[in-house]
């Protein structure tokens, strides 16, 4: 970890001041903090704290009423999910959102639709340059399958996969996209100690040899100060502390908000 | 010959993706289509050829069409018989305002004019979906009748107000419409245009195109966060849809009834077309020509076992114990087998390989 | 979010711009001496349009009533009143008096249900909702089927004594009144007492107050003890009977046949415009359409060939369904990652 640690570079997004409210309720208050570059970022927060809704806002399905979103040195107040991948934005959802009518390499080759590029004409001849680009993303998402461990399961239709295996395609997606930053919604919800372990190493490992910029949300304690490089905590909407593991779970207001005492 | 795959092994991942990546399948086409192109016009008399095999082959084209757009794009279409009525008519156009244009290539812009209708009515698609969008695509339905039924420019102001197929040849010597043409032509030309068309069809789903379709077929939203515009994906779905109906409407009106009036495509026709894809198997290009086989050989058949059970049973009658058989069995494949016969071919395929053992 | 009152200003529109087209109208003729217009005949199409509309009303509240119950679309609801009329008729050409004929039919309906709910809703249930309206397609074979089957597909006559003497109203406004078929009159006064007679069962009845639960929550209906399969046989027989209702009127003015089945399919434009859970707007979209095609067709339909009205009200549908896709009084769906 202290490997990655050194990695860790410049801001890569920047959420300054963000807020969001559905009709009365208020889902967010002028949230601000970055996501560097290479580093494992774990938001937590009691249930309703406002969560998902930041990540929502991070890719674009939620439309912020105020505050601003620097990405990559781009300032932007919203934008569309499909223009939020573009620029290499990739996640997974707390309910895991498979394509269920498709196999695992399926799913897999969405997550590369991107950076496919041959026009329909190629691919209704299924020929020369298409084919040759098809078998490229083949082999893309074979190496996805390989590292993920689910090669048995590449020609099964996902709606048949057991949800440990399905969270774990659902990762095999978001990887394929090759993005500069994951976002996943508690990747380690609803799974045993043994799946848990099997998806920590693959987000260290995701993180260690890829590179890539990880923000998650995830309820297990124990997992969040392992893995994470720094964590900010969510509570009612607002950001009540940002910092090391170790500094936060030192950090009285974050205790009251997790034991229930007086705001 | 037993039904294995064992040893057969895959070197690329392009004879992984093949589409028959089972040497047994590619022997048992290999075989069929020869069957298909040699012994049939050999053997079939003419009642075989005209009422049976060429509507199946129209139909086919059609149901793949609305696949497209239903079985993979998740879109509900009722408005088939107007795109189809599109392509007879923009056909029509073509065919007598440039008598020169090869008839191939009329039947092929008839589908681009079509795309283009299709795409006009699929951009409600981008603010509605399912029920609501049905109701829509019924809009395109009454409208696209109205409009070849109204305006006398559609038929060259023929006072029938129907079209006839002017004759025309594929090669010199052989038509394929007009009184001259001969069912054998007429036959085996749907035959190889129809492959080919199925071939584009089963190519653009299992490459980019389909797996955005489907992607946006089993959960929008998360197609959308993976990139994919819906924009773009809903409205190439509807065009390239309406590209196959219109070509099936084309040839309906061109190669299988030689004349045809707009009302010949009202709603019973999307109907007909949407059980084909529902009994042959949504997103399924197997299954369209499965369920066009089937809903084209079920009158047929019920007809002659109805005449043969009671001679004096009249016409009226026949046609409505059809309609409820047709409801009846929609019904029983929603609940039997939601995929169709496509599946159920599937699934005794996956017990042949096993076969004679039971797992 | 839209504010809960956001349909007001397209309640206002539609009817403001049915009256300027009234204008525009008067104009041209103010213009074009040949082109013949006044207000009297206005009024006379437009009230005309607006009971056909009570008709569309009638059948696409049948809808409303399955729909909300059990998030089916029920493509079937025309056929159903078909299939109904077709056996009032039936039982009438035997000799049977009007009202038992009508009671007859009801039960007949209510059988209808209890099959469909048997056959077809039971073994589907939790399926995807496109599934079920599939099914409702083969229940529209079905039933047309067997309805023309049973009773015969020629045009048929059914009478139960509405008068339909033409009569004038309004002739202090307009110079020598408004004509108006009391048939129509009678028939849209039906409609409002049916819609009333529902409102009181769903407001205040035990029964009613549980199928408003169904309608908001299929899981949390069942698990406070209410039978979900009893509640479906309720609805699918009273969208029958209101079928029936739909069928009879309809019928009697233009005569039981085939068409009719095609002729209701308009109530899915009207449900768009309504949207599809709102009795208050299945009534309003019927009277728009009603309205809206008939002086379309009267006052604009020649300069296009007529017979607009064929697609008149979907395409006012899909106008409609690009401003506003929950209609007027639907609810926005607000969707949840």
New interface residues.
Partial sequence: MSETRDRIGDTLLAVENVSLA??GVRALSEVSFEIREHEILAIIGPNGAGK?SML?VI?G?YHPQDGAITYKGNKRKQM???H???TGI??T?QNI??????STL?NI???R??K?H?N?LW????WGP??RE??EH??AA?RIIDFLEIQSIRKTPVGRLPYGLQKRVELG??LA?EPDLLLLDEPMAGMNVEEKEDMCRFILDVSDEFGTTIALIEHDMGVVMDISDRVIVLDYGRKIADGTPDEVRGNPAVIDAYLGVSH | MLYREAGQFKTDYAADQAIFPILQDRIFLGLFLLLALVAVPLLANEYWLSTILIPFLVFSLAAIGLNLLTGYCGQLSLGTGGFMACGAFFAFKLATAFPDLHIAVVFLLAGVGTAGVGILFGIPSLRIKGFYLAVATLAAQFFLVWVFNKFPWWVNYSSSGVISAPAREIVPGFFITGTQASPVTKYVFLLVFVAILALVAKNLVRGKMGRSWMAIRDMDIAAEIVGIRPLHAKLSAFAISSFFIGIAGALWAFIYTGSVEALAFQIDRSFQVLFMIIIGGLGSILGSFLGAAFIVLLPIFLNNTMLAVDPSISTAIVSHIEFMIFGALIILFLIVEPHGLARLWQITKEKLRLWPFPY | MTAPRAFLPWLIAVPVAIGSIGLLFQLLGGLVPSFFFAWGYYFEVLIAGLLQGVMYSLVALGFVLIFKASSIFNFAQGSMALFAALTMVGFMEMGVWWPFAFIISAGVMVLVAVVIERVVLRPLVNQDHIILFMATIGIFYILDGLGQMLWGSDVKVLDIGIPRDPMFALGAIFEGGILINQYDFVAALTGGVLVAVLAVFFQYTRTGRALRAVADDHQAALSVGIPLKTIWVIVWSVAGIVALVAGIIWGGKAGVQFSLALIALKALPVLILGGFTSIPGAIIGGLIIGAGEQVAEVFLGHFVGGAIQDWFAYMLALVFLVFRPQGLFGERIIERV
């Fill in positions: 559905f009709g998902s929502n890719n399905f569309r999910p499909h939020a991948a573009a990739a996640r959802f959102a498979l394509f269920k009518g498709m399926d080759m969405t997550g639709l991107l496919m041959r329909f691919q209704a001849l299924y298409a084919l098809e078998m083949r082999e074979e997606r978001a996209a």
